[in-house]
């Protein structure tokens, strides 16, 4: 379905009410409330500013709480600023304030549109979607629409992590970090602030004045300060939240572009380090992959993994030809584990011996780790993960492949528990160990850089003893 703006000869100037209603969206006397349909009404179709209680508690963003996903959709039928007129129209406890609204526009939680753009966005320009506010004075006029993510996912382990430590090289265009796990790569849809690319960036621009722990919360908490070329950093590839490891960083569009050329061109090669509690196959693994079907319910979809068929001729060696190999809603999956050696009780992280070996010497006689390195061929979403679950050795942690679990501040549960998504509390072991990116074969057709025929390597991975 195409969108476009009315013309001249539309009536542009409709009842703001029922306009939100067919957007499927909100003004200050009805609002949509999600995640789920439900629509609350109050009594009057009028604008009228909600009276707070001096007693509500009010909505802090630090110290971090875990606190349900809540977005709120508001058209407003008046004009002001966003600091002023948001904590009039969104109701609930804890209660939103200026001084909340200022921490939500500084973590990057609240969008704004001069019109309530449709539900479905397919087809509708960037242009003329809602953008995401770094003022909270903007002013705002009647009409207007506005999306507040009234409790975002927050990254605690952004807080802890002295970010300048943790650059492994850098260049003119580029740097290349080790990040630890817990940690988003890029900005979220609710949190602009709590992620690498930011943080790495606030710590490169500060130099020998960084503090760790000072600015990133003053970032968080104040917004990013006047825009350098080092802020933000462009995002080029990415981890899982929970995976730790090397990535890349560029520091203009122009080396992004040349990142991703050499990513097509499979210039770009990466070794991975993970711990199982069964030892894998070594040797090349070799599956079909697809998403899971949806089912409509509560448990998050998986990439299933189908071993090849007869017919099926195995891989050749030959890492481009594996992208002419074709099955109707199939995409072939290739790995080669390269190493697989056990992982000793007094190797182990605290976190991961007390939760895999426990406390007696006879749960250590009968329990075992294994550490492995996996060279990837074709870097599917979840392929590590989901193919080792699919040899029977899912990773330590991966409670959504069936490994044990590893979540910070709770207890490990048995592989037999419902699947669900990790989050920023889950340890996962899986690290990107090292990335190679080889020097171009034409050096006419891409004139080399210094990156070129170097390899990066991520330090000891977390789950070892320090």
């Known amino acids: 379905m195409s969108w476009r703006l009315p013309d001249k000869r539309e009536k542009v100037q409709r009842n703001t009410s029922s306009r939100a209603r067919a957007a499927g969206m909100a003004t200050a006397s009805l609002r949509c409330v999600r995640p789920g349909s439900a629509v609350r009404r109050v009594a009057s179709s009028s604008w009228r500013p909600r009276a707070a209680s001096s007693s509500e508690r009010p909505l802090r963003l630090h110290p971090?709480?875990?606190?349900?996903?809540?977005?709120?959709?508001?058209?407003?039928?008046?004009?002001?600023?966003?600091?002023?007129?948001?904590?009039q129209v969104i109701p609930g406890s804890p209660r939103v304030d200026e001084t909340a609204v200022r921490q939500l526009v500084a973590i990057g939680a609240v969008y704004y549109a001069e019109r309530p753009p449709p539900r479905d966005l397919a087809g509708v320009p960037r242009a003329f979607r809602a953008k995401r506010v770094r003022d909270p004075d903007q002013e705002v006029r009647p009409g207007s629409y506005c999306r507040v993510h009234v409790h975002p996912k927050r990254f605690p382990e952004a807080r802890a992590v002295d970010w300048l430590a943790r650059v492994v090289d850098s260049g003119e265009d580029w740097v290349v970090v080790d990040k630890?796990?817990?940690v988003s790569v890029n900005p979220t849809v609710d949190n602009a602030a709590e992620c690498a690319s930011a943080l790495v960036a606030r710590a490169l621009r500060g130099g020998a004045s960084y503090s760790p722990v000072t600015d990133a919360e003053d970032f968080i908490y104040n917004g990013p300060p006047r825009r350098t070329k080092l802020d933000p950093l462009v995002v080029v590839h990415r981890l899982d939240v929970a995976t730790s490891g090397v990535v890349m960083f560029a520091r203009d569009r122009a080396f992004a572009s040349r990142f991703h050329d050499a990513l097509?061109?499979?210039?770009?090669?990466?070794?991975?380090?993970?711990?199982t509690q069964s030892p894998p196959p070594l040797g090349a693994l070799e599956h079909w992959t697809r998403r899971e079907a949806a089912t409509g319910g509560s448990s998050p979809r998986r990439h299933e993994m189908f071993p090849l068929r007869p017919e099926?001729?195995?891989w050749s060696g030959d890492a481009e030809a594996l992208e002419t190999v074709e099955r109707e809603g199939f995409k072939r999956c290739v790995l080669r584990v390269t190493r697989v050696?056990?992982?000793?009780r007094g190797d182990a992280a605290d976190e991961v011996a007390e939760k895999t070996f426990g406390a007696t010497s006879r749960t250590a006689e009968t329990l075992s780790l294994f550490e492995c390195e996996v060279e990837l061929v074709t870097g599917r979403t979840h392929q590590i993960r989901a193919q080792f679950a699919a040899v029977g050795a899912p990773l330590l942690g991966d409670v959504l492949y069936g490994g044990a679990s590893l979540r910070v501040g709770g207890e490990a549960r048995a592989s037999s528990g419902a699947p669900r998504a990790l989050d920023e509390n889950d340890r996962l072991c899986l690290q990107s160990a090292a990335m190679t990116v080889d020097a171009a074969e034409d050096p006419t057709?891409?004139?080399p850089h210094e990156t070129d025929g170097?390899?990066?390597?991520?330090?000891k991975p977390w789950w070892r003893r320090a």
């Open 64 to 87: 971090p709480s875990k606190l349900p996903p809540r977005v709120e959709h508001v058209v407003f039928e008046t004009g002001g600023t966003l600091r002023a007129l948001l904590p």
């Open 180 to 182: 630890p796990p817990g």
């Open 264 to 275: 097509r061109r499979r210039r770009v090669r990466k070794t991975y380090r993970c711990v």
């Open 312 to 314: 099926d001729a195995p």
């Open 341 to 344: 050696q056990p992982l000793a």
């Open 445 to 447: 057709a891409s004139p």
């Open 454 to 459: 170097r390899t990066f390597e991520a330090g």
